[in-house]
């Protein structure tokens, strides 16, 4: 391995502002909730429970280099249902901290990537209908 020296110790410049508008992302269009057709109550819990069990599969089956994609993933897919009603960010951020505990994911950066993945899935909330 090579190291790096410092050649000129000076703050960074900012950057410009042509370029940080470039860099920012369009906003997302309003959304409305999709909502999935059910016909009984109990069809929606299993509908929510298969959820939840499905994303934390998808957390514990990641194979290495991919856990934290496949935990940001699950807290978007989840975090729709949040967003929408269904389920509670609590119980999510549970279930998936869990999920990533199990695989190893570095403890700093679970609840990070949680709550970025909630954040990103409430944007297009999802509901069951009954």
Do not use: C, F, M
């Not at 502002?17 to 009984?40: D, F, G």
Request: net charge positive.
């Amino acid at each position: 391995r090579r190291s790096y020296r410092v050649v000129h110790d000076a703050p960074a410049a900012p950057l410009p502002r042509w370029l940080a508008n470039l860099l920012t992302p369009a906003p997302l269009p309003t959304q409305k909730p999709v909502s999935v057709p059910l016909t009984a109550t109990d069809r929606r819990t299993t509908y929510l429970r298969q959820a939840v069990e499905g994303e934390v599969r998808r957390v514990l089956t990641a194979g290495p280099g991919q856990r934290n994609t496949a935990l940001y993933r699950a807290a978007v897919a989840l975090g729709q249902l949040v967003a929408g009603g269904e389920l509670t960010e609590a119980d999510v951020t549970a279930h998936l901290t869990e999920a990533a505990t199990q695989v190893g994911q570095k403890p700093r950066e679970i609840p990070r990537t949680i709550a970025s993945g909630l954040r990103a899935g409430s944007h297009r909330p999802r509901t069951v209908a009954a």
